[in-house]
Structures are given as structure tokens and as C-alpha cells.
């Protein structure tokens, strides 16, 4: 059965409720049966490890963390073990002793994660040793990110935070405003050479100066409709995809686009509403979406609608991710499914496990790890 996402209510927690009866009629339509198809694509696991507890409602927001040759993952409960990409092995593991609520990014030799308690912790790669803790405004439930010395993290309040990624010194930090409902969610920061882009609850996306915080450019990606809160939601949680000098970045409710990375001008727009990254792969982007688990593709170029994949309605999909010369991804019933990037056809399918999987998809070279609600993380390459 489909997850609930929650809303986060600014105002009343009594929004709370109702937000979550929202989607009771959603929830209660049947998943789609999977169909029969001739397999072009055999996947192979190559191993399977139980690294964490179970705990489906924060699996979305704890995604793995990875170097070239380590993955990072973390549980709810504040269990983080270090797992050679390539065959498994447990290389280091520590409980961090706090509840985690967002991660788990990687960047500057670093593992940094959110707390429920607005904490973001920098623990050291080689070994997990807490490097430094610092605050922040609200519970964070997204990855922070680090890069070019500097950590970024964004709470639930719409406030993005810079520190100092060798210190954990307080940089900067920005105030957007936070709409009156939201979904329960945020999107990770991309930081690059001289700024960073983040993307926001109220449907903007805004790049900053690195350094100080100083606004560079800000442009909106999807308009309110509607006369409701519930209608009216246009939240980026997924983060913005930087491909060349092209950005794209999808909204809830809202729409598929995009923009410059020197100066946020539109390109184009493209009706579209999803929880999650878009992917990229041959000049086609590729779209999880939130309203029916529709799997669609699109012209990077222009946004032209290519295919529409609807064989996997109502499953509880993850956001689609670039694997081999397909496209993957994964359901609420353990089902991992590949789709040929040109067509929408399946190619290929494996049977995850029963826990289903809520995680975000993570590609490492030509590994695809999945990480399902038991705590578990399997390793498939295609054979």
C-alpha cells in the first residue's frame, strides 16, 4: 500500500489531520498488478546486508550516503555503519545517539545528518567520529550538503544554514517564510564551485552566494492554484538536477523545468507533480508522479512529453534513477523495476524483498543500491 506523505502545518497542527485524510482515498485505491514481460535485462544481486532498524516513515528522508568506494547509512535511531561499495563488508559502525531525521550527505571527508532536535552532526568518514554538532532552527529532513569547505542544511521552517564544514561555525544563514501547509519534507541543497541553489516549500528556486549568503538569483518554478491550502501546495522536495549549465527541478502540484545555472532564467515548463528528483539519461528526463505513480519522460531540451508509463499505478514508487542505459526504480510491495529510457517498456525486474522499499534509489558506478523498510541494503549490478 502507498505511503501517506503528511503536511506540515505552520499555523494549526489541526491542518495535520486533515492533510493526512487528503490522501485516505488516494491510499485505498488498488495497486496496479504487475504484467508480464519478456526480460531484455537480467539483474544480479551481488550482496545483501542488514545494516539498520526498520522504520518505513523515515526511510524517504534517509537515503544512502556514498564515496567512491564506501557507503554511508544511517537509521532513525541514530545507528550509522560504513559498507565497502563493492562487496559489502562492514567497515566501521557507531550509534550516534540521537534520533536522525535527514541524510545522509557526504562531501569535504564528511557524513552530515539532521536530528529531530534541529541538530546537524559531522561525523568523519574514515572512522565516525563525531567532528562537530551545531543547531539549527527546526528538525531537518533532508540531507545536508558539503562541499568547497562549507556544510548546507535546510529545516522544516524553510531556513537554509551554511557552516563551516571543518569548525561547524554558523556561516550564514536565510529566511525564506514558510507557506501556512506544506508537505512533511525538503529538498537537499546543490552546492557548487561559487554558489549554492536550493529549492523551497513556497516553489522557488534560489541560488546564493557561497560565501555570505547573498541572494544571486531567484526565480519561481510553479504558481499557486486553487482556492484551498491543499490546493494551493507547491513544494520542492526533490533536489534540482544539474546537468552542463542546465538546471532542472520538479514540483509538488506544480510543474517540471528548466533554468540557467548563471542567472535562474527560464528555459521552459512542463506540467508535473512529484515528491522526488527528476533523473536524467540520453537527453530525456524522467519523472515519478506524486498523483497516480506514473512514470513519464520528457525532452531535456524542451520538455516535450515523450511516454508515459502507467503499469505501476498506485505501487508506491521512489523517484526514478539513471542506471546501465535504463531507467530504475522501486515500489512499496519490494518490486525493483528497470524501463527502457526510449520507450517506457520494462526491460527488466527483481524481487527486492517484502519490507517494500521507500528509500531513494542510489547508483554507485555501475552498482544500484536499495535500501528497504526492514533495514536492509542490497547491492544489484546487471549481469
Known amino acids: 500500500m502507498r505511503l501517506c506523505r503528511l503536511f506540515f502545518p505552520l499555523v494549526a497542527c489541526t491542518v495535520l489531520a486533515t492533510g493526512c485524510s487528503f ?31 526498520a522504520n518505513k516513515d523515515y526511510w524517504p528522508n534517509l537515503q544512502i550516503g556514498s564515496s567512491e568506494k564506501a557507503l554511508y547509512i544511517a537509521d532513525h535511531s541514530g545507528s550509522l555503519t560504513a559498507l565497502d561499495v563493492k562487496t559489502g563488508k562492514k567497515l566501521w559502525h557507531t550509534d550516534l545517539d540521537t534520533q536522525v531525521s535527514g541524510g545522509v550527505g557526504y562531501g569535504e571527508k564528511l557524513i552530515v545528518l539532521g536530528t529531530i532536535k534541529g541538530k546537524i552532526l559531522a561525523v568523519n568518514a574514515e572512522d565516525g567520529s563525531v567532528r562537530w554538532s551545531s543547531a539549527v532552527s527546526s528538525e531537518v529532513l533532508s540531507s ?11 529545516s522544516i521552517d ?62 519561481r518554478l510553479a504558481v499557486p492554484k486553487g482556492r484551498t491550502e491543499l490546493e494551493r501546495m507547491i513544494d520542492i522536495d526533490g533536489k534540482p538536477l544539474l546537468i552542463g549549465d542546465i538546471i532542472y527541478s520538479v514540483s509538488y502540484q506544480g510543474r517540471l523545468g528548466a533554468l540557467t545555472r548563471g542567472t535562474g532564467r527560464n528555459l521552459w515548463f512542463q506540467d508535473s507533480s512529484s515528491h522526488f528528483s527528476p ?33 505501476l499505478v498506485y505501487r508506491g514508487l521512489t523517484g526514478p534513477v539513471n542506471f546501465g542505459n535504463g531507467v530504475a526504480v522501486a515500489d512499496a510491495d ?18 527486492v524483498g517484502g519490507a517494500g522499499v521507500s528509500a531513494p534509489l542510489l547508483v554507485v558506478g555501475e552498482i544500484l543500491l536499495v535500501q528497504t523498510n526492514n533495514g536492509s541494503v542490497n547491492a544489484f549490478k546487471i549481469q
Open 23 to 53: 490522501f485516505s482515498a488516494k491510499d485505498e485505491l488498488e495497486p496496479a498488478k504487475l504484467q508480464n514481460f519478456e526480460k531484455e535485462i537480467t539483474l544480479t544481486k551481488v550482496w545483501s546486508k542488514k545494516v539498520g532498524s
Open 144 to 154: 545536508p550538503s558539503a562541499g568547497q569547505g562549507k556544510v548546507v542544511a535546510q
Open 158 to 219: 524553510n531556513r537554509l544554514f551554511a557552516f563551516d564544514a571543518k569548525t561547524g561555525e554558523e556561516l550564514w544563514q536565510h529566511d525564506t517564510g514558510a507557506p501556512i501547509l506544506s508537505v512533511r519534507g525538503n529538498s537537499s541543497s546543490m552546492i557548487l564551485s561559487n554558489m549554492v541553489i536550493a529549492a523551497f516549500d513556497n516553489g522557488k528556486l534560489i541560488a546564493f552566494n557561497l560565501q555570505n549568503g547573498s541572494l544571486l538569483w531567484e526565480t
Open 279 to 311: 533523473a536524467y539519461s540520453q537527453d530525456m528526463l524522467f519523472v515519478t508522479e506524486a498523483n497516480n505513480d506514473a512514470v513519464r519522460a520528457f525532452k531535456a531540451g524542451n520538455g516535450k512529453e515523450v511516454w508515459s508509463n502507467d503499469q
Open 334 to 351: 519490494g518490486y525493483l523495476h528497470l524501463l527502457d529510457p526510449k520507450s517506457g517498456r520494462f526491460t527488466g525486474r527483481i524481487k
